[in-house]
């Protein structure tokens, strides 16, 4: 038992304290600035859209969500050069020939009957992401695992980064210009375009379907990216 | 009711947190902190925030493990025992640290 295993059961301990005298003392449903109240009661008529979350993270705050994008975008950025490599090279090291071993059965089976799944989930939670809880992010990482789980099974196979590098940079591209189009016609960056809709329709909000389409699309495409670099370095 | 059952997603988010600590395997205290990820998740289910729950449990539980998981794999600290017992079975892949330049 070190001192800097202490120290952090120490602070470990402070924090559940912490979590739990937070807890006890939450005010639930209790306006604390009236922004939240304000917000559930304008934001179905004013964006369209059953979940409220949404309306906040692309109508209100539509500016903050891009550069979150950019965050994002410059993490993979930063990761890739660090990752990147010659594949000539690879195949000659003892890494490559340890990677062209075959997956195990349980491995493959539970690949191939995920990843139809977990690509309609992903696309289901992106495209309701302005109905249900959810959204492009969520969505995104899972469309990331589940082009990422079958490569887990072909140790010789390459992902293509040429085309997810590609979808990323047009998804980045829709998503700037459906901003610009709105700030040529309503004036503002990224407003929402269109009629806001009945909430809770599939077809509403507008413009915002679009832009969680963009963003679920360029997450997507960047953490598969992301993650197939890692299990080829 | 939700008292109880958020003391024990705190108690679980607590031990697991300690056994990231703890754990003497680096790729025990990746799997332990992954399960805080989930716990924090199911917490943020109980305080009503849905989306933000599902960022937690997809991003947390899942993809920053594997990222995690690989980056062991890179560094050479990747020890299952299962991969050290086929190491030492067959001699031409005794190499525990795979680190390219070694290679060359």
């Known amino acids: 038992m070190k001192a800097r295993h202490i120290s952090s059961l120490l602070f470990l301990l402070g924090l559940g ?4 005298s937070i807890f006890q003392n939450l005010p639930y449903s209790n306006n604390l ?5 304000n917000i559930n009661a304008q934001a179905p008529q004013q964006v369209g859209t059953a979940n409220i979350v949404t309306s906040v993270i692309l109508a209100y705050r539509g500016l903050d969500t ?4 950019l965050i994002l975008f410059t993490a993979s950025i930063a990761a890739g050069m660090v990752l990147a490599y010659n594949p000539d090279e690879l195949t000659d090291s003892v890494l490559g020939k340890q990677q062209q071993q075959p997956a195990g059965f349980i491995l493959q089976t539970a690949a191939d009957l995920l990843m139809p799944f977990l690509l309609i989930t992903g696309m289901y939670i992106i495209l309701h992401g302005h109905i249900t809880p959810g959204g492009g992010f969520q969505g995104g990482a899972i469309l990331a695992a589940a082009f990422f789980i079958p490569l887990l099974t072909l140790p010789g196979k390459r992902m293509d980064y040429q085309l997810g590098s590609l979808l990323e940079a047009l998804a980045g591209i829709s998503f700037i210009s459906i901003g610009l189009i709105a700030l040529f016609w309503k004036g503002q ?3 929402p375009l269109g009629e806001p809709g009945v909430p809770g329709a599939l077809l509403s909000a507008g413009s915002l379907p679009l832009l969680y389409l963009a963003t679920g699309i360029k997450v997507g495409a960047e953490l598969a990216n992301l993650l197939a670099r890692l299990r080829d370095a | 009711m939700i008292f109880w059952l958020a003391l024990l997603t705190i108690s679980i988010l607590l031990v697991a947190a300690a056994g990231v600590v703890l754990l003497r395997n680096p790729l025990s205290a990746v799997v332990a902190s992954g399960i805080v990820s989930l716990a924090l998740s199911v917490m943020f289910v109980i305080l009503r925030a849905p989306d933000v729950a599902m960022a937690e449990a997809i991003v947390g539980a899942g993809l920053s493990g594997v990222i995690f998981a690989l980056a062991l794999r890179r560094v050479g600290l990747w020890d299952v025992s ?4 086929h190491a030492a079975s067959s001699p031409s892949s005794q190499a525990p640290i795979r680190n390219k330049q070694s290679t060359e």
């Open chain 1, 33 to 37: 600035t009236g922004i939240g109240a």
């Open chain 1, 189 to 191: 960056f990224l407003a």
């Open chain 1, 17 to 20: 304290l912490l979590l739990i």
């Open chain 2, 82 to 85: 299962a991969e050290i017992k």
């Open chain 1, 66 to 69: 891009l550069g979150e994008l």
